[in-house]
């Protein structure tokens, strides 16, 4: 079973808006850590928004246009992008982080591209 299973991708005009999920198959309360990451061609992973422990973090070009929610009756967080620039193009990587016993992982969704036209 896939740990993480992103969807929502897609193509879309600046300015415009997209919604991104990732559901976790793991027992929810093991997971510590939900981050939203890309990876634009030719640049490094970047954080997008990250969830530890209550708090939230966001990437600094992304305040005030990216939302990080989460649902953890489905298991699921989502990333609503808002005011999308053609920059923001990128593949999505979802990530989630945690313990179960003394088995820690790090799980990494497929990853799911998201192209903003100008």
């Known amino acids: 079973q896939v740990p993480l299973v992103e969807s929502g991708g897609g193509l879309v005009q600046a300015g415009g808006s997209l919604r991104l999920s990732c559901a976790s198959s793991?027992?929810?309360?093991?997971?510590?850590?939900w981050g939203w990451y890309r990876q634009a061609p030719g640049k490094e992973r970047e954080l997008v928004a990250m969830?530890?422990?209550?708090?939230?973090k966001y990437g600094d070009t992304m305040k005030g246009r990216f939302t990080f929610s989460t649902d953890y009756g489905k298991n699921t967080v989502y990333l609503q992008m808002d005011s999308l620039k053609p920059e923001d193009t990128a593949v999505y990587y979802c990530?989630?982080?945690?313990?179960?016993?003394?088995?820690?992982?790090?799980?990494w969704g497929q990853g799911t591209q998201v192209t903003v036209s100008s």
């Open positions: 990530n989630a982080r945690g313990n179960i016993g003394t088995e820690v992982y790090d799980d």
């Open positions: 793991r027992d929810i309360v093991s997971i510590v850590a």
């Open positions: 969830l530890t422990r209550g708090h939230l």
